[in-house]
Nanobody, 116 residues
Framework: QVQLVESGGGLVQPGGSLRLSCAASGIIFRLYAMGWYRQAPGKQRELVGRISSGGSTNYADSVKGRFTISRDNAKNTGYLQMNVMKPEDTAVYYC??????????WGQGTQVTVSS
């Protein structure tokens, strides 16, 4: 059974930082690319950024320079480090993994709220 479990969400003040984790089980994690997505109330889910199985990353313009995606294949875990956070970063954040065959899985999501 495949499971992706996000953690690390919460309330942070503008300008602060959070690190989200996505722990995978039931898959060979190193063979999967991983993406982080977010969905704010009343808006569509959007891509935050991705990391390939080889470690290459790309980011949405809105988070470039502030957010960093990384992975630790030995721990079957991916990370989203969020710095200099803004109120508009408030959303439910989801991790997603997909392999070269297009087989993909989603986590359950974790709430991130940026507010003073």
């Amino acid at each position: 059974q495949v499971q992706l479990v996000e953690s690390g969400g919460g309330l942070v003040q503008p300008g602060g930082s959070l690190r989200l984790s996505c722990a995978a089980s039931g898959i060979i994690f190193r063979l999967y690319a991983m993406g982080w997505y977010r969905q704010a109330p009343g808006k569509q889910r959007e891509l935050v950024g991705r990391i390939s199985s080889g470690g290459s990353t790309n980011y949405a313009d809105s988070v470039k320079g502030r957010f960093t995606i990384s992975r630790d294949n030995a721990k079957n875990t991916g990370y989203l480090q969020m710095n200099v956070m803004k109120p508009e970063d408030t959303a439910v954040y989801y991790c997603n993994v997909v392999n070269f065959r297009g087989e993909g899985y989603w986590g359950q999501g974790t709430q991130v709220t940026v507010s003073s």
